[in-house]
């Protein structure tokens, strides 16, 4: 895949120290123990870089189980504060941290549960002028935005930079899940592959408008940080290429494959963008699930 080549950088081949302290070893010892994280997987956490874009229902979770399990350098993007509404599903926030910035209170709740991973609050609202640099500095990226343009913003930022997405969504009793790394994977689609296009504005209700049960989102979030830790192990089978779809009320999870289109303006064999100037100047009000 020559044109992604020039820039993608090898994040998970970053040199990694494998020397551990008494503290991470009795801490991570659950981790140690499974033959296929070990040591080694344990190391390769420390060293991995992890942005969450939205510190809402899916965020929460994903940070708190990154942090749990010794992912080094956590980044969190949101730019809005705690609110009452909020805490139905939003886990990692507290009734007495009503008012906090949210990128505040869920390095608070991460740094408590673990306080050897670097947590990196970034209160911005994210647009085509600085989204590329942001997701630059990460090794995986994960999606929880409940805004198509953002959805599309950071999914065309992910390809261009050559950092794999993993993108969860909900609404109501239903939630998705797919990860997305065509620089890695030459079968695999990125985001524009399956929706070429934003839907027409006030066509997908959003979940303020919809609502969502409040443990679904926690069901995602714990399911994209599952996917999340698979990506910087190499262990088990990919997400890329497949589509998760989880329906709560008949208890059913589908698995749908995915299939990378070749005429993709993005991440196709003549591709039309080489950066993100088809994005409008600035976004709509950024809502997180
Ligand atoms: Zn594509």
Not at 64 to 92: F, K, M, P, W
Not at 113 to 123: E, F, G, Q, R, T
Not at 223 to 236: D, F, P, R, S
């Amino acid at each position: 895949m020559g044109v992604f080549a020039k820039t993608v950088q090898e994040p998970m081949f970053r040199i990694m120290d494998l020397d551990f302290s008494e503290e991470e070893i009795s801490r991570y010892a659950r981790h140690i123990l499974l033959a296929e994280v070990g040591g080694t997987g344990q190391a390769k956490l420390r060293a991995a870089r992890v942005l969450v874009i939205g510190a809402g229902g899916l965020g929460c979770p994903l940070a708190l189980y990154l942090a749990a399990a010794g992912v080094g350098t956590i980044g969190i993007v949101d730019n809005d504060v705690v609110e009452l509404s909020n805490l139905q599903r939003q886990i990692a926030h507290t009734t007495a941290r009503l008012g906090m910035a949210k990128v505040d209170s869920v390095a608070a709740a991460a740094r408590e549960i673990n306080p050897l991973v670097n947590v990196v609050p970034h209160a911005i609202r994210l647009d085509a002028t600085n989204v590329s640099e942001l997701v630059s500095a990460y090794d995986i990226v994960c999606d929880g935005t409940d805004n198509f343009p953002t959805r599309f913003l950071v999914a065309d930022a992910c390809v261009l930079s050559g950092r794999t997405l993993i993108s969860a969504a909900v609404l109501r009793f239903e939630g998705q899940l797919a990860t997305f790394k065509p620089h890695a994977d030459p079968e695999g689609p990125c985001y524009r592959c399956l929706y070429p296009e934003p839907p027409p504005e006030g066509l997908v209700p959003s979940c303020a408008e919809a609502g969502v049960l409040g443990a679904v989102t926690g069901v995602m979030g714990t399911l994209q940080a599952t996917e999340v830790l698979k990506e910087i192990l190499g262990i088990g089978q990919s997400l890329s290429g497949r589509l998760l779809i989880w329906d709560a009320l008949s208890a059913r999870f589908r698995l749908i494959r995915l299939r990378r289109d070749p005429a993709c303006p993005l991440c196709g064999a003549e591709r039309k963008w080489h950066d993100l100037s088809h994005h409008a100047e600035g976004t709509t009000r950024v809502c997180f699930v």
